[in-house]
């Protein structure tokens, strides 16, 4: 249906967002009557909402047909077995949703789906004649975050699109994956997002690459590092950087040891009477990878980055330690602690790279209330068995890694990530075929996610303004809207005629045919957002002429009604194609 009469529809607006709603798309999606709250991370998606995403869904669609693509539609509900096949009961922790069947077998619902695609994988195909494959679904996905906030942004159950690529080698899944980021940001372009691609931590998924899709906007949760001189991105989580070479002194022959009473923390040992400054220190500190010890060390100045520990320990889970687990590790409680001559038999020691050549250097003695000064780290800590590695979280303004540029880190929203898996799972799971000399291989595997509820969010933390949604064409939940200005039958009668028209041209129309102040219905209109607002009032009737009104922006024009639909009908495909 391309006409839906205001009068009959289910669209609560409400003057006030909700006093817990913080960003932008969460006060909007709320107040223009597209979502409610059931639960904490766990939302009623209402029609006017189910129209966005339908067309959000319909693009990817699209986009993934294109390159190749099978829709499957797989259960949201799984057995622990095989998620311990590939070892990921364990590593996901508490963020997965966990229950027993009467029975007391255990289940899970669905984070993800590697696995299951992978079993489909294993038990169907046989020889690389079979590949490649690609293989998608759009689902419900499960997550118990600890912190569901931002509307949309941080849910509990959300809709995901997960593709699945299926290879032979190494050099398809090369070819698969740039097939996939091409299809990514063909659908991003034409939802109405501005987006850059950066390079990205694995994380839990594994994998020997990923690149996220990230939206600029402050209601981000993840921080990007882009150069704007090559166009280097990359999350923080990654991102590598150039610092300003430190001048060091000539040190000591051997640490020196000092009381420190009381100095528990970087800004207390810059402070008098010890005055050492904070890209002085070596901040030691302590974390847990998949349950062992990690000592990992970086400037006093600088914070250390627990992705980038992740990829250094080569751990799926790390976590500082807790305060009762460092004195039987270190002799010393947080806050005196230090890697001079550690025994890396007890805990693996990392130091950041960039404190490779540092020399007179202070840090704790692994003894309450004292530090060592004139620490040399490559003759004091590298000598003795630690390792460099890239620990610390790029800043605004160091270098660019790549040119003679400088960095500037922002805020970004993550609405998809694309991983090169390799065979981490068919490996675990045994999903192999013959390849062309008839051994058996592991399937070479890529995974592809996009967050389906994230580009309805990130497209209105984009367009909006004061007044409300402004909805790029090819998402809008309607193209246009027809406003009555007036209780008189000739205006009835002409916007019945006009809503007819332009159905008849294959535009989506809400037709506000409500009893209500023309004021009321102009900010209803503003409010949702429709990319185009038709009002038809005594005034411009008198001339033959509807009022034609850009959400984007622009002046009112007065357009002759019999124009109308040609023109409208122009605007939609103009939009709608350009993803504008």
Aim: glycine share 10%; net charge neutral.
């Amino acid at each position: 249906m391309r006409t839906v009469r205001a009068s009959q529809a289910f669209i609560p607006t409400l003057k006030e967002a909700p006093a817990d709603a913080q960003v932008a798309s969460h006060k909007l999606l709320v107040r223009a009557g597209f979502i409610r709250q059931l639960g904490a991370g766990i939302y009623d998606y209402l029609p006017l909402a189910q129209r966005s995403l339908k067309k959000i869904e319909a693009i990817i669609r699209e986009e993934m047909d294109a390159i190749g693509g099978q829709e499957f539609h797989l259960p949201a509900l799984h057995p622990a077995e095989i998620w311990k096949e590939s070892g990921r009961w364990e590593v996901m922790g508490e963020n997965m949703f966990r229950l027993k069947d009467r029975k007391g077998g255990d289940y899970c619902l669905g984070m993800t789906h590697e696995e299951i695609f992978t079993a489909i994988a294993r038990a169907e195909l046989r020889s690389y004649r079979q590949l490649p494959q690609v293989w998608y679904q759009i689902q419900t996905k499960f997550r118990d975050e600890p912190r569901p906030k931002s509307g949309l942004l941080r849910v509990r159950q959300f809709t995901m699109k997960d593709a699945y690529t299926l290879d032979v080698d190494r050099a398809g899944l090369d070819r698969s994956y740039q097939d996939q980021r091409r299809a990514y940001e063909r659908i991003f372009s034409r939802c109405g997002l501005q987006f850059v691609a950066v390079q990205a931590h694995s994380g839990s998924m594994g994998g020997s690459e990923s690149s996220e899709f990230m939206v600029r906007t402050d209601a981000g949760e993840d921080l990007v590092a882009a150069c704007p001189q090559c166009r280097y991105a990359a999350n923080t989580e990654t991102a590598a950087s150039r610092i300003a070479p430190e001048p060091d002194g000539p040190g000591l022959s051997t640490p020196e040891k000092f009381p420190t009473p009381g100095v528990v923390t970087i800004e207390a040992l810059e402070a008098p009477p010890h005055g050492v400054p904070a890209r002085r220190q070596l901040k030691t500190l302590i974390y847990l990878a998949d349950g062992k010890p990690v000592v990992a060390v970086v400037r006093g100045d600088q914070e250390l980055n627990e992705a980038k520990l992740s990829t250094a320990a080569a751990a799926a889970l790390v976590r500082p330690a807790h305060v009762e687990e460092i004195p039987s590790l270190m002799g010393a409680h947080a806050g005196s602690l230090g890697a001079v001559r550690f025994d890396g038999k007890r805990a693996r020691v990392l130091v950041d790279q960039s404190l490779a050549d540092r020399r007179d250097m202070v840090t704790g003695a692994n003894e309450d209330g004292f530090h060592l000064r004139g620490v040399d780290v490559r003759r004091d800590v590298l000598a003795h068995g630690a390792e460099l590695a890239d620990l610390r979280t790029v800043r605004s303004g160091e270098g660019c890694p790549r040119c003679q540029g400088t960095l500037e880190v922002y805020k970004a929203l993550e609405v998809g990530h694309i991983f090169k898996l390799g065979t981490k799972y068919s490996a675990s799971m045994q999903a192999t075929v013959l390849d062309a000399e008839g051994k058996q291989v592991p399937i070479v595997m890529g995974s592809y996610g996009i967050g389906v509820e994230r580009i309805l969010a990130a497209a209105i933390e984009l367009h909006h303004d004061e007044n409300g949604i402004r909805w790029p064409m090819s998402i809008a939940p309607f193209q246009a809207t027809v406003l009555t200005l007036g209780p008189e039958p000739e205006i009835k009668k002409a916007a019945d005629e006009l809503v007819a028209a332009l159905e008849a041209a294959g535009v989506e129309v809400l037709y506000d045919d409500r009893d209500e102040r023309a004021g009321v219905k102009f900010k209803d209109a503003d409010l949702v957002g429709i990319p185009l607002r038709l009002s038809i009032g005594r005034k411009g009737l008198a001339g033959g002429n509807a009022e034609w009104k850009l959400r984007a922006g622009g002046a009112v024009e007065l357009v002759p009604l019999g124009e109308v639909p040609r023109r409208a009908a122009a605007l939609v495909r103009a939009e709608a194609g350009a993803g504008s």
